[in-house]
């Protein structure tokens, strides 16, 4: 676990001990609720935190994992629907499959370059995204001539 990590349970731990002491003391509805507001905001950093440490782990698996994944979700879309290859919000082909497996945009695009960081790290990403033309159909024959040539 990384420190990161285990600074923010010890940050969790020590806010739900307080939470605690103030219900037994009785302290006003209020401050219990800023307390509980203050433990969201730390389960929410460390969630983010996690799905970083997921995406990277999971951008880093093999070529060919990947792309097999890729293609698992192509399967299930319709070949006609069109995807936005511009769109550098998480609508592209790549950020689209991404929340498929529960990865965030947030989490993909890390380093705030409008998805090229999730493209960078797979070889075949925006070769395979970027050609005409944009539909999942086109885009799962492109993906599956990858996977053979490789």
Same mark, same amino acid.
């Given at each position: 676990m990384?420190?990161?990590?285990?600074?923010?349970?010890?940050?969790?731990e020590?806010?739900?001990?307080?939470?605690k002491?103030?219900?037994?003391?009785?302290?006003?509805?209020?401050?219990?609720?800023?307390?509980?507001d203050?433990?969201q905001?730390?389960?929410?950093?460390?969630?983010?935190?996690?799905?970083?440490?997921?995406?990277?782990?999971?951008?880093?698996?093999?070529?060919?994992?990947?792309?097999?994944?890729?293609?698992?979700?192509?399967e299930?879309?319709d070949?006609q629907?069109?995807?936005?290859w511009? &769109?550098?919000?998480?609508?592209? *082909?790549?950020?689209?499959? #991404? =929340?498929s497996?529960?990865?965030?945009?947030? +989490? $993909?695009? %890390?380093?705030?370059?409008?998805g090229?960081?999730?493209y960078?790290?797979?070889?075949?990403? &925006?070769?395979?995204a970027?050609? *005409?033309?944009?539909?999942? #159909? =086109?885009?799962?024959?492109?993906?599956?001539? +990858? $996977?053979? %040539?490789?």
């Open positions: 990384t420190d990161l990590l285990k600074k923010r349970l010890e940050q969790i020590r806010a739900a001990e307080r939470v002491y103030h219900a037994t003391e009785r302290m006003s509805f209020e401050h219990c609720a800023s307390e509980a203050f433990i905001r730390l389960v929410k950093d460390l969630r983010n935190s996690l799905s970083v440490m997921d995406a990277t782990a999971f951008i880093f698996s093999s070529q060919e994992s990947l792309l097999r994944s890729l293609i698992g979700w192509l299930t879309q070949p629907t069109k995807y936005n511009s &769109n550098c919000s998480g609508g592209c *082909l790549i950020g689209l499959w #991404g =929340a497996v529960g990865l965030s945009w947030d +989490a $993909l695009n %890390r380093n705030g370059n409008d090229q960081n999730i960078t790290r797979m070889i075949w990403g &925006n070769a395979l970027a050609k *005409l033309p944009h539909t999942f #159909g =086109a885009a799962l024959e492109r993906a599956r001539a +990858a $996977l053979a %040539r490789d």
